[in-house]
């Protein structure tokens, strides 16, 4: 793989087969599925690093029917998986693209693991967001990659983009779910100690020589084992802090894309195809007013790549938006805190903290308005059809010891929360009616709220928001608490505690329409030759439904490969 420094390296009347526009996972998987079909691949990258939110993210890769499912859910089929699919997103999608993604999956999977250094493997148990609907499972369907070493990569480990300082420990340890189970249990179980001690020695030994740990782990170990397995591929040029400024067209489709870089400028022909997989459009002005109204850009905790301009390029060639979603994004709820260097911090509340024992969640009036143990997605979209925003994540002493809350670690002490109080981000009361007044909330709703889930805590039973009825529900909640229900426990030991949160656009649901082979259609439903999507660019085959973790790096992934296919044959031919 040759990485250009300049476009100046890039000799006149430059071809290639295919051009992938954005280096996230769903781009890097494209190329990656071209190069090894012996394909000459430009990767283009607008930012410094690749990776794009896929990095930032757990890198869980939703994918029925791969040989992985046997190890842990040998009865799963895929007709189950379409039967779940077609409960959860009826008709808002076509079924035969998620059909196609059902189809070409399996072997996908098979492909990239066989061919490249990407590896996975099932979540032993990982269940479907909408649990109790017919066809869902609990395990089988979502992958995880393999952690990666780092130091593998040489000086293209500097490329990666960095995940989001609050996700790591230590000055910039990486830790994943199992990870944090071992180091919370650190003192209690000698295997939790032998291997937190393993992981924190490795990152000791990491920061004599690297500006951060090297042991990888969820969406960073993906796309690390993306960029090493393109490191390997000749036919292979990445060209990072470049943008796509047009598309040239012409009898046979796309055949040429002009680049910048500065102030240089590059014309590159395209025999094969242009995969757009730059990672939808919520950071461009127009659209993100126009599709997500009422949501502040700073509310976004997305990687900053994602600005739309290769959507208006695509819609300047007839492209068109898909239409009947959900929602047109994806969403979780997130709390903000302003960082030493002036940047702000948007974190994500997906499965630590709001659906535990000990933990509600509020809106103005001090009231619940939503299953806290719902997906992040419900929950997002929930605070914004009832007006809660902010709304308040609020736990008692107890609570936050076991689980944190949000920034604010689990196990933290009075001099661990304490910058968290300064600059209130995190509010602390020895009373609810003094939370309540700090907040600026009635104290009567606050109160009202908390002694009816200590009631329900009780009976187990939630008859206002059915909290803790299903698998997936319970997942996230902790049965180890003792509790009739494990997301249901009371609040009754002060200090009480509580964080704003904010409806958060995780990523792009609607994107541009495609058929099957990921070929972008027109408003009269024909490809325009050239011319694919993938990732969130391409619209979501879930329709806005967030029906399982992974289903956008999953589907990602497998359009990268049918993408790759279609345009490599056509570049052959």
């Given at each position: 793989?040759?990485?250009?420094?300049?476009?100046?390296?890039?000799?006149?009347?430059?071809?290639?087969?295919?051009?992938?526009?954005?280096?996230?996972?769903?781009?890097?998987?494209?190329?990656?599925?071209?190069?090894?079909?012996?394909?000459?691949?430009?990767?283009?990258?607008?930012?410094?690093?690749?990776?794009?939110?896929?990095?930032?993210?757990?890198?869980t890769t939703w994918v029925p029917g791969t040989h992985h499912a046997a190890k842990v859910n040998p009865a799963?089929?895929?007709?189950?998986?379409?039967?779940?699919?077609?409960?959860?997103?009826?008709?808002?999608?076509?079924?035969?693209?998620?059909?196609?993604?059902?189809?070409?999956?399996?072997?996908?999977?098979?492909?990239?693991?066989?061919?490249?250094?990407?590896?996975?493997?099932?979540?032993?148990?990982?269940?479907?967001?909408?649990?109790?609907?017919?066809?869902?499972?609990?395990?089988?369907?979502?992958?995880?990659?393999?952690?990666?070493?780092g130091r593998l990569l040489g000086d293209l480990f500097k490329l990666v983009r960095p995940p989001i300082p609050e996700f790591t420990v230590l000055g910039g340890m990486m830790v994943d779910r199992n990870d944090i189970n071992h180091l919370l249990a650190l003192t209690k179980s000698f295997a939790s100690f032998k291997h937190s001690l393993r992981i924190i020695l490795r990152h000791a030994s990491d920061r004599l020589s690297h500006p951060r740990g090297t042991r990888l782990v969820m969406g960073n170990?993906?796309?690390?084992?993306?960029?090493?397995?393109?490191?390997?591929?000749?036919?292979?040029?990445?060209?990072?802090?470049?943008?796509?400024?047009?598309?040239?067209?012409?009898?046979?489709?796309?055949?040429?894309?002009?680049?910048?870089?500065?102030?240089?400028?590059?014309?590159?022909?395209?025999?094969?195809?242009?995969?757009?997989?730059?990672?939808?459009?919520?950071?461009?002005?127009?659209?993100?007013?126009?599709?997500?109204p009422g949501a502040h850009i700073g509310w976004c905790p997305a990687a900053p790549g994602h600005t739309g301009a290769a959507h208006d390029l695509a819609r300047g060639l007839g492209a068109q938006y898909g239409q009947g979603g959900l929602?047109?994004?994806?969403?979780?709820?997130?709390?903000?805190?302003?960082?030493?260097?002036?940047?702000?911090a948007v974190f994500p509340h997906f499965v630590m903290d709001r659906a535990k024992p000990g933990m509600l969640t509020v809106n103005q009036a001090g009231e619940r308005f939503v299953n806290e143990s719902t997906s992040y997605h419900l929950f997002g979209i929930a605070m914004q059809s009832t007006?809660?925003?902010?709304?308040?994540?609020?736990?008692?002493?107890?609570?936050?010891?076991?689980?944190?809350?949000?920034?604010?670690?689990?196990?933290?002490?009075?001099?661990?929360?304490?910058?968290?109080?300064?600059?209130?981000?995190?509010?602390?009361?020895?009373t609810l009616d003094e939370l309540a007044q700090k907040l600026g909330i009635p104290a009567a709703g606050l109160k009202a709220s908390v002694q009816k889930i200590n009631g329900y805590a009780q009976t187990g039973v939630d008859p206002d928001f059915q909290r803790g009825v299903t698998a997936y529900q319970q997942n996230i909640g902790d049965a180890s608490a003792g509790g009739k229900n494990p997301n249901l426990g009371p609040l009754q030991t002060a200090p009480?505690?509580?964080?704003?949160?904010?409806?958060?656009?995780?990523?792009?649901?609607?994107?541009?329409?495609?058929?099957?082979?990921?070929?972008?259609?027109?408003?009269?439903?024909?490809?325009?030759?050239?011319?694919?999507?993938?990732?969130?660019?391409?619209?979501?085959?879930?329709?806005?439904?967030?029906?399982?973790?992974?289903?956008?790096?999953?589907?990602?992934?497998?359009?990268g490969y049918l993408a790759a296919r279609h345009a490599s044959a056509r570049a052959s031919a």
């Amino acid at each position: 793989m040759q990485v250009l420094n300049s476009l100046n390296q890039l000799q006149a009347d430059t071809a290639y087969d295919l051009v992938v526009i954005g280096a996230g996972g769903a781009g890097m998987a494209a190329a990656l599925f071209a190069a090894l079909e012996g394909k000459q691949v430009l990767l283009v990258e607008r930012t410094e690093f690749v990776g794009g939110t896929t990095a930032w993210s757990a890198g869980t890769t939703w994918v029925p029917g791969t040989h992985h499912a046997a190890k842990v859910n040998p009865a799963d089929t895929l007709a189950d998986a379409a039967d779940y699919l077609n409960n959860a997103i009826g008709e808002r999608t076509p079924a035969a693209l998620r059909q196609a993604f059902l189809d070409h999956g399996a072997a996908a999977i098979r492909q990239i693991e066989d061919r490249s250094e990407v590896k996975f493997r099932p979540y032993p148990k990982h269940p479907d967001y909408i649990s109790d609907l017919g066809g869902s499972t609990l395990n089988g369907r979502a992958l995880e990659p393999l952690p990666f070493d780092g130091r593998l990569l040489g000086d293209l480990f500097k490329l990666v983009r960095p995940p989001i300082p609050e996700f790591t420990v230590l000055g910039g340890m990486m830790v994943d779910r199992n990870d944090i189970n071992h180091l919370l249990a650190l003192t209690k179980s000698f295997a939790s100690f032998k291997h937190s001690l393993r992981i924190i020695l490795r990152h000791a030994s990491d920061r004599l020589s690297h500006p951060r740990g090297t042991r990888l782990v969820m969406g960073n170990a993906l796309v690390a084992r993306l960029l090493y397995s393109l490191s390997k591929q000749t036919g292979v040029t990445l060209a990072l802090n470049t943008s796509v400024e047009q598309f040239g067209r012409g009898a046979s489709g796309i055949e040429s894309v002009v680049l910048a870089q500065g102030g240089e400028r590059r014309t590159v022909r395209v025999r094969g195809g242009v995969v757009l997989a730059s990672g939808g459009f919520n950071r461009h002005p127009g659209l993100r007013l126009a599709m997500l109204p009422g949501a502040h850009i700073g509310w976004c905790p997305a990687a900053p790549g994602h600005t739309g301009a290769a959507h208006d390029l695509a819609r300047g060639l007839g492209a068109q938006y898909g239409q009947g979603g959900l929602s047109n994004a994806f969403w979780a709820p997130v709390s903000l805190r302003q960082r030493a260097d002036g940047s702000t911090a948007v974190f994500p509340h997906f499965v630590m903290d709001r659906a535990k024992p000990g933990m509600l969640t509020v809106n103005q009036a001090g009231e619940r308005f939503v299953n806290e143990s719902t997906s992040y997605h419900l929950f997002g979209i929930a605070m914004q059809s009832t007006g809660s925003v902010p709304a308040y994540l609020v736990c008692d002493a107890e609570a936050l010891r076991k689980y944190g809350i949000g920034m604010v670690r689990p196990g933290a002490s009075a001099k661990d929360m304490a910058p968290f109080l300064a600059d209130g981000y995190l509010t602390q009361a020895q009373t609810l009616d003094e939370l309540a007044q700090k907040l600026g909330i009635p104290a009567a709703g606050l109160k009202a709220s908390v002694q009816k889930i200590n009631g329900y805590a009780q009976t187990g039973v939630d008859p206002d928001f059915q909290r803790g009825v299903t698998a997936y529900q319970q997942n996230i909640g902790d049965a180890s608490a003792g509790g009739k229900n494990p997301n249901l426990g009371p609040l009754q030991t002060a200090p009480y505690y509580a964080v704003k949160l904010y409806p958060g656009d995780i990523g792009a649901a609607t994107g541009l329409v495609t058929d099957t082979d990921a070929r972008v259609l027109d408003a009269q439903g024909q490809p325009i030759a050239g011319l694919y999507a993938v990732g969130n660019d391409m619209h979501s085959i879930m329709g806005g439904v967030y029906t399982a973790p992974g289903i956008t790096i999953g589907p990602g992934l497998v359009f990268g490969y049918l993408a790759a296919r279609h345009a490599s044959a056509r570049a052959s031919a």
